[in-house]
C-alpha cells in the first residue's frame, strides 16, 4: 500500500457475516489496519470475544437490555461501552476512524452512513438498502462532502474493479450476477411448498438470514440493481441480471465498443472487503485462489421472472423512483421476518411485497424525513396485512 499509516476502521454490524469477515482480513493484515470501533444489534456474546481480541476504542450494542452485560465483561479493559442506536449514528465522527464499514441489515444502516459521509469518512458500502432506500439524498452528500464509497457487495465490488483504469469510458450495460439461490430449477408450481428450511439453504455463499432468503426470493438482485443504479450512474435500461449457478463471474461491464470486462474468482467475501479497505492498492493474502480446470464449464441465463417476480417488482419500483424503492424495501424487510417467524408462506413474501407498493402513497421527490416517514409507515402497513 502506498499510504503507511494504519487505517481506523469502523465496522457497524460487527457479529454478522460481513463484519465477522472484516476483522479476519484486519487480522491478517495488522500493519495495515486497526480496530477502532465494534457495534452489534443484540448479540452480545460474539461482540464481547471480538472486543477482547481486537481492543478497539469502542463498542456499542444497540439492544439496550444488553449493556450491562457487555460493560461489566469488559471492564477490566480500556475500552469505551455504549448502547443504543444513536450512538451508533454518532460514533463514525471519531477523528480515530478512516473507514466506516456499514455492514447493518437492512434499513439501519441509512443514518449511520448519512451521518460518516457528513464527517467525511470513507465509505465501505455493505448495505445496499442505504442506497436502495435513499440513493438521491446519498449522492447528493457524497458531493457536497467529496467522500468516497467502495461497494463491499461482491457483485458492485467487481462492477467498480472493472471500471478501474476506464475513467471516461461510457458503460453500455452493465451484468449483474445471481447464483439464482436455491431454487432456481424448482418448478413454479412446487414454490407454494417451500419451507423455512429450504429456504436457508444458499448453495454457494454463507450470510445471514435474511440476506439468504433475499437471495432465494432473488429479490437481492432487484435490491443491487437499484443500488448500482446509484453507484456507477445508470439507467435502469443498462442493467441486466444474468443467473450463473458457479458464482465465479461475479459481474460484467460492457462498454461502448461492445467490449466486455469481468471481475472474476472464488466466492470470498473477504476479498471485496479487502479491495474497499485498500483501495487504489491492492495488497497480497491467503485467500484460496481460483483453479479454472476445477470450472471447465460457466453458464449464464436469464432469470426466470414468472417464478422470481420480486425482480420484477425492484425494477418498477426503480423505474417509478420517488420513494417507491423505500417502499419495496420495507415491505420486503417486513415480510422477510414474517416468513422467518413461519408467519406467512415463502410465495407470500413477493405477493405482500406487491400489495403494498399497490396501495403505497407515491412522493416523486422525497426529503430524508420524507423517508424515514415513508419507512415508518409502510412498515406499520405490512404488519397490519400480516399480523
Known amino acids: 500500500m502506498t499510504q503507511q499509516k494504519k487505517k481506523g476502521i469502523a465496522i457497524l454490524g460487527a457479529t454478522g457475516s460481513i463484519g465477522t469477515q472484516a476483522l479476519e482480513v484486519i487480522s491478517e493484515n495488522p500493519e495495515h489496519f486497526s480496530v477502532e470501533v465494534l457495534t452489534a444489534n443484540s448479540n452480545v456474546q460474539l461482540l464481547i470475544e471480538q472486543a477482547k ?7 456499542i450494542i444497540a439492544d439496550e437490555s444488553k449493556y450491562e452485560k457487555l460493560n461489566s465483561a469488559l471492564s477490566a479493559l480500556p475500552i469505551k461501552v455504549f448502547a443504543g442506536f444513536q450512538d451508533i449514528i454518532d460514533v463514525v465522527s471519531l ?17 449511520p452512513t448519512v451521518n460518516a459521509i457528513k464527517n467525511k469518512k470513507t465509505i465501505a458500502l455493505a448495505n445496499k438498502e442505504t442506497l436502495v432506500v435513499a440513493g438521491d ?5 457524497v458531493q457536497e462532502h467529496q467522500v468516497s464509497i467502495y461497494p463491499v457487495d461482491s457483485e458492485h465490488s467487481a462492477i467498480f474493479q472493472c471500471l478501474t483504469g476506464e475513467v471516461n469510458n ?4 452493465i451484468y449483474l450476477t445471481a447464483s439464482g439461490g436455491p431454487f432456481r430449477d424448482l418448478p413454479i408450481d412446487e414454490f407454494k411448498n417451500i419451507t423455512l428450511e429450504q429456504a436457508l439453504k444458499h448453495p454457494n455463499w454463507a450470510m445471514g438470514n435474511k440476506i439468504t432468503i433475499d437471495s432465494a426470493t432473488m429479490v437481492n438482485k432487484g435490491l443491487e440493481a437499484i443500488e448500482a443504479k446509484w453507484l456507477f450512474d445508470l439507467k435502469a435500461e443498462q442493467i441486466d441480471i444474468l443467473v450463473h449457478p458457479q458464482s465465479i ?10 467490449s466486455i470486462k469481468a471481475q472474476m474468482g472464488l466466492p470470498d467475501m ?15 493474502n491467503q485467500f484460496p485462489r481460483l483453479n479454472f480446470a476445477d470450472y471447465p464449464n460457466l453458464s449464464f441465463s436469464a432469470p426466470d421472472l414468472k417464478k422470481f417476480r420480486a425482480i420484477q417488482l425492484a425494477f418498477d419500483a426503480m423505474k417509478q423512483g420517488g420513494n417507491m424503492p423505500c417502499v419495496l424495501n420495507a415491505a420486503n424487510e417486513i415480510a422477510v421476518a414474517a416468513f422467518l417467524q413461519k408467519k406467512i408462506s415463502f410465495v407470500q413474501i413477493t405477493e405482500t411485497i406487491d400489495a403494498i407498493m399497490q396501495k403505497a402513497d407515491f412522493i416523486s421527490k422525497p426529503k430524508l424525513e420524507d423517508y424515514q416517514d415513508c419507512d415508518k409507515k409502510i412498515r406499520e402497513l405490512t404488519k397490519a396485512i400480516i399480523w
Open 95 to 111: 477523528d480515530s476512524i478512516d473507514i466506516v464499514l456499514t455492514a447493518l441489515v437492512g434499513y439501519a444502516g441509512l443514518l
Open 249 to 258: 463471474v461475479h459481474s460484467m461491464v460492457q462498454f461502448a465498443d461492445g
Open 137 to 141: 439524498i446519498i449522492k447528493d452528500l
Open 53 to 59: 481480541k481486537y481492543e478497539p476504542n469502542i463498542v
Open 170 to 173: 461510457p458503460i453500455e450495460k
Open 270 to 284: 473477504k476479498l471485496p472487503i479487502q479491495y474497499a479497505f485498500t483501495y487504489p492498492d491492492r495488497i497480497k
